[in-house]
T-cell receptor, first 113, second 115 residues
Framework: RKEVEQDPGPFNVPEGATVAFNCTYS??????FFWYRQDCRKEPKLLMS???SGNEDGRFTAQLNRASQYISLLIRDSKLSDSATYLC??????????????FGQGTILTVHP | EPEVTQTPSHQVTQMGQEVILRCVPI?????FYWYRQILGQKVEFLVS????????KSEIFDDQFSVERPDGSNFTLKIRSTKLEDSAMYFC?????????????FGSGTRLTVV
């Protein structure tokens, strides 16, 4: 089983749509979870951390289910500027690990007018 | 907002040549990382560096790779004898004490092309 598996995408949605991405992870010792976004040929940028209680940042809502080893990202009222690749990422810190991030393959989102 | 700075933005080198990729992490950060991304593939961890030594490395980080923090501000990745398959984007990142569990900041990357 891959360490991180994401929805394959791509997702093509109109402006204003709601879109959701899912991600599963296999390492139950994973400590922290994130969604990053990556624009074409640019660096990954932290979008938001994901907490067990669920968290929201404006139009973005993230959820973590540790029992099912699953995280999700919901984007409401999509904007053209949301077009990017969304990366599911987890971090192991502690023990012999000093903050190695493990990335998923990414899900491409295209928002069209 | 503090930034991680990488130079050069693009480097073209001949197979077999040595390259050094440079990074200036955020000034008070203690944890340093290199990642790479081959075109069309996922971002992959190469190495982490803490307290002036490698703390963790991946299988990709073989004897051809080395890292150094020569002067307390720069953090470099050296590839001793480049291969075609080393062509990729290389990203540097840094994290602060007690902060890495909240994610960390990546530089804008160096695109390495080996010909």
């Amino acid at each position: 089983r891959k360490e991180v598996e994401q929805d394959p995408g791509p997702f093509n949605v109109p402006e204003g749509a709601t879109v959701a991405f899912n991600c599963t992870y296999s390492n139950s010792a994973s400590q922290s979870f994130f969604w990053y976004r990556q624009d074409c040929r640019k660096e990954p940028k932290l979008l938001m951390s994901v907490y067990s209680s669920g968290n929201e940042d404006g139009r973005f809502t993230a959820q973590l289910n540790r029992a099912s080893q699953y995280i999700s990202l919901l984007i409401r009222d999509s904007k053209l500027s949301d077009s990017a690749t969304y990366l599911c990422v987890f971090l192991n810190a502690g023990g012999t690990s000093y903050g190695k991030l493990t990335f998923g393959q990414g899900t491409i989102l295209t928002v069209h007018p | 907002e503090p930034e991680v700075t990488q130079t050069p933005s693009h480097q073209v080198t001949q197979m077999g040549q040595e390259v050094i990729l440079r990074c200036v992490p955020i000034s008070n950060h203690l944890y340093f990382y290199w990642y790479r991304q081959i075109l069309g593939q996922k971002v992959e961890f190469l190495v982490s560096f803490y307290n002036n030594e490698i703390s963790e490395k991946s299988e990709i980080f073989d004897d051809q790779f080395s890292v150094e923090r020569p002067d307390g501000s720069n953090f470099t990745l050296k590839i001793r004898s480049t291969k075609l398959e080393d062509s990729a984007m290389y990203f540097c990142a840094s994290g602060g004490q007690g902060q890495i569990i909240y994610g960390y900041t990546f530089g804008s990357g160096t695109r390495l092309t080996v010909v």
